[in-house]
């Protein structure tokens, strides 16, 4: 899965969960420009995706493409 891809299943995760991309990545302690970085290309490391998995209650294989749910 691309990284244009995982940013796009973080603003499902987002949308269903009524939070912002924004507000989110501040809760975890992420950089407000992660979104960002991931559509230009910027391959994301296992940690923050962890961070972002267990914000959510999904799995990595979720965020990257490899199961649907």
């Known amino acids: 899965m ?11 995760l987002c949308k269903k969960h009524n939070v912002t991309a924004k507000a989110m990545l501040e809760e975890i302690g992420l950089n407000k ?4 970085d ?4 910027k391959s994301p490391t ?3 995706l ?3 998995a267990d ?4 799995s990595l ?6 199961c649907k749910n």
């Open 2 to 12: 691309q990284n244009g891809q995982i940013a796009n299943r973080i603003k499902l």
């Open 33 to 36: 420009n992660f979104m960002y």
């Open 38 to 41: 991931l559509s230009k290309g």
């Open 46 to 48: 296992v940690k923050n």
């Open 50 to 52: 962890t961070k972002i």
């Open 55 to 58: 914000y959510f209650d999904c």
């Open 61 to 66: 294989d979720y965020l990257t493409g490899r």
